[in-house]
């Protein structure tokens, strides 16, 4: 059963929190809750339980939580694991609207009961696990550890299913502004998804970042892309576990090749959030994000004042795919009018030369880069550091010219390890990025530069016309043999070759002379999934002394029948395939197919339903894309038509997800104006309805 969504305020911007556990003990972390709400200026009432003592700082304590004059919006759970139960139980039954539970519980039983207590009374709880939860607008501060109390509020939320990550990004680097972020723990109750959808309805934030390890409620953390999508709210997510266990139990070469995380990313992909890979890169698109949601233009530019760390960022550019604009005419003759004679205007910028003059060369060069329309923002580039009276220089220059800019600015350190955090501050304030890394930098920027608001097509989907048919025919057999997988894709408008099922020699003959050589025959033995494995196949067949040689091997080794085409003679082999992942639903896969799928890693893998348009978009970031376009010489492919059908895939799959696990065309034969199916694989599931 779907669970509903719970009002999160009382766990999340409490008026009044009871602190089970409550300590004045040093090193406690019932102390360490006190403090953080106190010194963090908790305007509301604090509770704290524990018969131990009377009062701290003109607080009074109180033996148990029936002994507060009023029912706390959040009661904090901090005592051991083994009395967590019962504290949990006593909360609940004297009213506590919310809780959050720090113990780590791992026994089953406590974690059964607790959910099922909590559910029953539709209590929210952070935990349990939890290193606390820090809304930075009402100034809540539950933690057991003490964080700094002086962060400034801004437009980052972030949602960790990590302790140590949240005190890295918190505890550290002051160039992330929060307005809220939280240690989810091992979300027994309420998960991140909650979490998101609560933050999303904030009106200061500005991106959303999540470190996670799994996604527990797959289709309210689809509801918070949306959300975050019509908002025009950045989500960047550090996803961790990323190990395919799972694919090495798929039957099809689609279940193999897709495991859990491609599955992931294909989410993100069709509702825009972003992947990174290191925590050093989530703090860096964090920070982008929390000056600028997108841009516009054609790629980047940037300024230096070295030609080697210039040669640098062209590199790590080029490996992300993260384009630098060529400079109009007109740029490049402005620059030139700057720059020495004998320096390079082309983008990126080397400008420092002999250095004479440096501020004003710097200003106006910058100014005629992000003049030019097809900038999309421009990168400062320096190793900055606050100690040294040129990095201060170019800082008074960006100063200077800041307010006349009306595109993204963001100044990079080459050298993550450059000091610099008072003028990092400095910088935010002025509303300038300062990023540490130059990879981390433009990991950020490919972020922003592909964070678009997209249009998600809500409208119903009418299912093809023999859904029923097929809806019967799948759930009464357990088995679709080839014929019937046919049969299928061409009534969802898949080309598929012309084909005669053959059960003796002279089937065979007959079948070859409708068709006419040459032709290709395969076995129609039951539960080979895989037929080349068992040299099931034989190809370019082209008279009938060898067809008889081919189809009495097959009968001695495999059986009688067997199943004869037409060779279709030119084209590319591609591969499309269907994987319908347990939490997310059917994703569609496409890369080069025939025995080239085991070898190249390179593939395509999109959330279905989607749109031809869709799939040819992203078609194109394939570098095998180059063989439909008519590589060295070849004549050019028809792209459309694969396209075509992969989106007509993508809506058997959507229509079929509880019926139908995985799906193989292996080979699709593209060409110049066709997309032609020769081959499939259907897995049904194991449950029928």
């Avoid at 992300?320 to 400079?327: E, H, K, Q, R």
């Avoid at 048919?469 to 759930?475: A, C, D, I």
């Avoid at 978009?617 to 396209?643: I, T």
Wanted: one cysteine or more; hydrophobic letters at 40%.
């Amino acid at each position: 059963m779907k669970k509903k969504n719970i009002n999160l305020d009382p766990l999340l911007s409490p008026r009044s929190i009871a602190i089970v556990g409550g300590s004045i003990k040093e090193n406690s972390y019932g102390l360490a809750l006190l403090k953080m709400l106190i010194e963090g200026g908790f305007k509301g009432k604090i509770y704290p339980i524990n018969p131990k003592y009377k009062s701290y700082k003109n607080i009074p304590f109180y033996a148990s939580i029936s002994d507060i004059p009023s029912m706390p919006d959040n009661t904090v759970i901090a005592v051991s694991a083994s009395r967590v139960e019962s504290a949990v139980v006593e909360a609940i039954n004297a009213g506590t609207k919310s809780l959050t539970v720090l113990a780590d519980i791992s026994q089953e039983e406590f974690n059964g009961n607790i959910v099922n207590i909590a559910n029953k009374a539709n209590v929210p709880v952070c935990g349990p696990n939890s290193m606390g939860i820090h809304n930075l607008e009402k100034n809540v501060r539950i933690s057991p550890f003490v964080f700094p109390v002086n962060l400034v509020p801004g437009g980052i939320s972030m949602i960790i299913q990590s302790g140590s990550v949240l005190g890295a990004l918190a505890n550290n680097d002051r160039r992330l502004r929060f307005n809220f972020f939280i240690s989810t723990g091992a979300e027994s109750v309420t998960n991140a998804s909650d979490y998101l959808l609560w933050v999303l309805n904030l009106p200061t934030t500005k991106v959303v970042g999540l470190f996670l390890e799994a996604v527990r409620d797959p289709d309210k953390f689809i509801e918070g892309l949306k959300l975050a999508n019509t908002k025009n709210i950045p989500i960047v997510i550090l996803k961790v576990g990323r190990t395919e266990v799972s694919s090495k139990l798929a039957l099809s070469h689609t279940g193999a090749l897709v495991g859990d995380f491609e599955v992931f990313k294909s989410v993100l992909e069709k509702y825009n959030a972003h992947l990174v890979y290191s925590i050093d890169e989530l703090a860096s698109s964090l920070q982008v994000f929390s000056h600028y949601q997108s841009t516009k233009g054609k790629g980047i530019a940037s300024i230096h004042d070295s030609g080697g760390e210039r040669e640098l960022i062209v590199d790590i550019a080029d490996d992300l795919s993260v384009p630098f604009t060529s400079l109009s005419k007109v740029t490049k003759k402005n620059l030139a009018l700057e720059l020495e004679p004998t320096m390079d205007v082309n983008n990126p910028l080397d400008a420092w030369g002999s250095g004479h003059g440096a501020d004003q060369l710097f200003k106006n060069s910058f100014l005629h880069l992000l003049s030019d329309k097809n900038v999309s923002l421009g990168l400062y580039v320096m190793d900055w550091r606050q100690d040294y009276y040129l990095h201060l220089m170019h800082e008074r220059v960006l100063f200077e010219i800041i307010d006349q800019i009306k595109k993204p600015v963001i100044a990079v350190s080459n050298y993550s390890l450059t000091i610099d955090p008072e003028m990092a501050k400095r910088f935010l304030d002025r509303g300038i990025p300062l990023i540490k890394g130059t990879r981390e930098a433009l990991v950020a920027v490919k972020n922003l530069l592909k964070n678009k608001k997209l249009t998600i097509n809500r409208n119903s989907h009418k299912k093809n016309k023999r859904f029923f048919f097929w809806e019967k025919f799948t759930s009464d057999h357990h088995d679709i043999n080839v014929i019937d997988g046919f049969n299928f894709l061409s009534d969802y408008g898949i080309e598929v070759a012309e084909y005669r099922v053959c059960n003796s020699v002279s089937d065979a003959i007959k079948a070859s002379k409708q068709i006419g050589f040459p032709i290709v025959i395969k076995t129609l033995k039951q539960n080979i999934h895989h037929k080349t494995e068992v040299k099931g196949v034989y190809t370019s067949i082209q008279n009938l002394n060898e067809l008889k040689e081919k189809y009495l091997d097959l009968e001695a080794r495999l059986g009688k029948k067997i199943m004869l085409g037409k060779m279709v003679a030119s084209g590319i082999e591609w591969s499309l395939g269907v994987k319908n992942d347990v939490h997310f639903g059917p994703t569609v896969m496409l890369s080069l197919g025939g025995t080239l799928i085991d070898l190249l890693e390179e593939k395509l893998v999109l959330l279905a339903p989607f749109s031809s348009s869709e799939v040819e978009q992203k078609l194109k970031n394939l570098k095998s894309f180059k063989l439909l376009k008519g590589y060295r010489g070849s004549n050019e492919l028809s792209v459309s038509k694969l396209c075509e059908t992969a989106s007509k895939l993508s809506f058997l799959a959507f229509d079929f997800k509880d019926l139908i696990q995985e799906i193989d065309i292996n080979p699709i034969i593209v060409t110049e104006k066709q997309a032609i199916a020769v081959d499939n694989v259907f897995i049904s599931n194991k449950k029928t309805t």
